[in-house]
């Protein structure tokens, strides 16, 4: 149906619906806006559906929700037990984010579906630990993670804990065109309590979380006898982390945690950034300011699911932030030379990382004989690695963490945790606090004087929109018809397309990839330097990443630069 009579249908079959009707009555003067929302219908993925907050079939509002819900419930209804084992529901600080895990929940128990759902926001992984502590069939959360105000999402989990799988996605989405908004109703909320389809979570499940992340400590002893003096300031960026972040901190021993009370309370209109996102540097910025004013060791902040984690150290010059391939890097060494030191290194310990996040792991994992995986971008793919270990018994997880400041420990959550990553951090700090009285900062540096300068840099190509969608395409159907054959003079010596599975050396001798399909390409130079071209699975933009490594940090410094600057001038030629 055309975007303009889809426009007006809604307008009829909403017409109850005061606030739809007003959203849509703003738009009516818009032909591009009414084609945006309604030209497709808000994709359901890996990764559950992320979009923009409006009225459409195209933007993330309950009729959506209940939607998809309602699609979930009928492939849960074809599993063994499947309704009884029932779906756990969390969700973070953003807009509709109460009123859509509430729609959600009552959905399902519409279809007979029991739900466990929380009484008040929780982090993303402490949902993902729930559905393995409660044993349920699967997870919802809402949340777009540290995407911008306007945005929400619709993640699924699975009985592991971790991200739907593919065949279960599929599940959803070959049930979802037969699946109409008229069926997709919701249960009336105390017919649900009373039926014993609706059960609230309490504070037993939130206590398991937070011990199951204590055992994660390598020296527990290290920040009893350091937190009496490590500062740390700590800002949620106004989301889910604030409670169980500082409880975990102040149980552990941390005494002199500060929180940046401008950022404290959740707020889903995240009016103190642009972005509350810890991979930029902007969110940091009332952090950083309190951490110079009361000269704070650390500076820790998560997102609004707190999923992921940034830092910032105090140095001679003032606080200075590290990125996600540092501080993975600064932990991955730290757990597994501890681990050595105090001989609880398995044989069989592997860690796991991603395609687009540093070669420097590999380094470290090698020097302690330590196997490293890596894998396709997004944290279900580590999960999966994990699960394998757990079934075959192949390998012992250590650690997993991805470039984009998401890092995870332990094997009761399946999802990368700012919780857990924040326990590891302050126990780091502590480590190299006591033992040569200096900074994370001064922890990378030393890392590079043993591993070598590895340096990596991260663009971003925004393409909103239906014409968004077919720039990309079109990008990325031409990168694949020809191939750059070198950047900055430095030789291609062979392309990764891990969409047809295939690497091809520049002498055409080719090889097949074992990773799944997917819609990158990796191109390999000829000094250990790589360049990657990824369009965003849950945003309208195109991905670049460049990573380079040399012996001196000005030279590494210069060769990402003209990387990157020859690759973002072959983007923007398209």
Same mark, same amino acid.
């Given at each position: 149906?055309e ?5 007006? !249908?809604w307008l009829?079959d909403?017409a109850?619906?005061?606030e739809?009707v ?8 818009d032909p ?9 219908e808000l994709?359901?993925g ?6 923009v ?5 195209n933007r993330l509002?309950?009729?959506?929700v209940?939607r998809?819900?309602?699609a979930?419930?009928?492939y849960?209804l074809t599993?063994?037990d +499947?309704? !009884?084992k +029932?779906?756990a529901?969390a969700?973070d600080?953003r807009?509709?984010s ?8 009552l ?10 759902l ?14 393995r ?5 699967a ?9 911008p105000a306007?945005y929400n ?6 009985t592991?804990?971790a991200?739907?799988p593919p065949?279960?996605?599929?599940g959803i989405?070959d ?6 908004y008229e069926?997709?109703?919701p ?6 309590l ?11 499940? &939130?206590?398991?979380?937070i ?12 920040t009893r006898?350091m937190?009496?003096t490590?500062k740390?300031v700590?800002?949620?960026l106004h +989301?889910s ?8 901190? &102040?149980e ?9 009370k401008? !950022?404290?309370?959740p707020?889903?209109d995240?009016p103190?950034?642009?972005?509350p996102?810890p991979?930029?540097p ?5 952090a950083?300011?309190?951490q !110079?004013?009361?000269?704070?060791d650390?500076?820790? +902040? ?11 150290c105090?140095?001679?010059n ?12 600064i932990?991955?060494?730290y757990?597994?030379?501890?681990k050595?030191e105090?001989?609880?290194l398995?044989?069989n310990?592997a ?5 687009v ?8 994992c090698?020097?302690f004989g ?6 396709l971008?997004g944290f279900?793919?580590i999960?999966e690695q994990i699960q394998?270990?757990?079934d075959?018994?192949c390998?012992?997880?250590?650690f997993?963490?991805e470039?984009s400041?998401?890092?995870l420990s332990g094997t009761?959550v399946?999802d ?7 326990l590891?951090i302050a126990e780091?700090?502590?480590?190299y606090k006591k033992m040569?009285?200096?900074?994370l900062v001064?922890a990378?540096?030393?890392?590079y ?37 070198a950047?900055?003079g430095?030789?291609?010596v062979a392309?990764r397309d891990?969409q047809?599975s295939l ?7 080719t ?7 997917s819609?990158?390409l990796?191109?390999e130079l000829e000094n250990?330097?790589?360049v ?5 699975g849950?945003?309208?933009k ?8 040399s012996?001196?940090p000005?030279?590494t410094?210069?060769m990402l630069?003209?990387y990157?600057?020859d690759?973002v001038?072959?983007?923007e030629?398209f």
């Amino acid at each position: 149906m055309e975007p303009i009579k889809l426009y007006q !249908q809604w307008l009829k079959d909403f017409a109850n619906d005061p606030e739809t009707v007003q959203d849509l009555k703003s738009i009516e003067n818009d032909p591009k806006e009414i084609e945006d929302r309604f030209y497709r219908e808000l994709e359901f993925g890996t990764a559950g559906m992320r979009g923009v907050l409006g009225a459409g079939t195209n933007r993330l509002n309950k009729y959506n929700v209940r939607r998809v819900t309602r699609a979930l419930a009928k492939y849960i209804l074809t599993t063994p037990d +499947g309704a !009884q084992k +029932g779906v756990a529901i969390a969700y973070d600080s953003r807009r509709k984010s109460t009123e859509f895990a509430r729609e959600a929940a009552l959905v399902l128990c519409a279809a007979g579906v029991k739900v466990f759902l929380y009484e008040s926001l929780r982090p993303v992984p402490v949902l993902s630990f729930t559905v393995r502590h409660l044993k349920c069939i699967a997870g919802i959360v809402i949340t777009a993670s540290h995407n911008p105000a306007q945005y929400n999402g619709y993640k699924v989990y699975w009985t592991d804990g971790a991200q739907m799988p593919p065949e279960s996605v599929k599940g959803i989405t070959d049930r979802l065109p037969d699946t109409t908004y008229e069926e997709a109703l919701p249960m009336d909320e105390q017919e649900a309590l009373d039926r014993g389809l609706l059960t609230y979570i309490g504070k037993d499940v &939130d206590d398991a979380y937070i011990a199951a992340i204590k055992k994660l400590a390598v020296n527990p002893e290290l920040t009893r006898e350091m937190g009496e003096t490590l500062k740390i300031v700590y800002t949620p960026l106004h +989301g889910s982390g604030n409670i169980p972040v500082r409880r975990m901190l &102040d149980e552990i021993g941390m005494k002199h945690v500060y929180v940046v009370k401008e !950022q404290e309370l959740p707020n889903g209109d995240f009016p103190t950034v642009p972005v509350p996102n810890p991979e930029d540097p902007r969110a940091f910025e009332l952090a950083l300011k309190m951490q !110079q004013e009361l000269g704070a060791d650390l500076c820790v +902040g998560t997102d609004p699911d707190c999923d992921r984690v940034g830092i910032a150290c105090m140095t001679e010059n003032g606080p200075k932030l590290l990125n996600g391939n540092q501080i993975g890097c600064i932990l991955l060494h730290y757990i597994l030379s501890q681990k050595k030191e105090r001989g609880e290194l398995p044989a069989n310990a592997a860690a796991v990382s991603t395609i687009v996040s540093t070669n420097m792991a590999n380094a470290i994992c090698e020097s302690f004989g330590v196997k490293m995986i890596k894998v396709l971008t997004g944290f279900k793919f580590i999960a999966e690695q994990i699960q394998l270990f757990e079934d075959t018994g192949c390998n012992t997880f250590m650690f997993g963490f991805e470039e984009s400041f998401g890092f995870l420990s332990g094997t009761d959550v399946r999802d990368k945790d700012g919780v857990n990553a924040c326990l590891l951090i302050a126990e780091a700090a502590s480590w190299y606090k006591k033992m040569y009285n200096k900074t994370l900062v001064d922890a990378i540096d030393m890392l590079y004087e043993q591993y070598g300068y590895y340096g990596d840099k991260v663009a971003s190509f925004v393409l909103p929109g239906k014409d968004g969608l077919e720039k990309m395409k079109t990008v990325m159907a031409a990168l694949r018809l020809n191939p750059p054959r070198a950047f900055a003079g430095e030789k291609v010596v062979a392309l990764r397309d891990y969409q047809s599975s295939l690497r091809v050396t520049a002498d055409g001798e080719t090889d097949i990839l074992t990773l799944p399909k997917s819609n990158v390409l990796y191109f390999e130079l000829e000094n250990k330097a790589w360049v990657c071209v990824r369009p965003s699975g849950t945003e309208p933009k195109i991905k670049l990443y460049i990573n380079a490594v040399s012996d001196d940090p000005e030279k590494t410094k210069a060769m990402l630069e003209a990387y990157a600057s020859d690759a973002v001038k072959l983007l923007e030629s398209f």
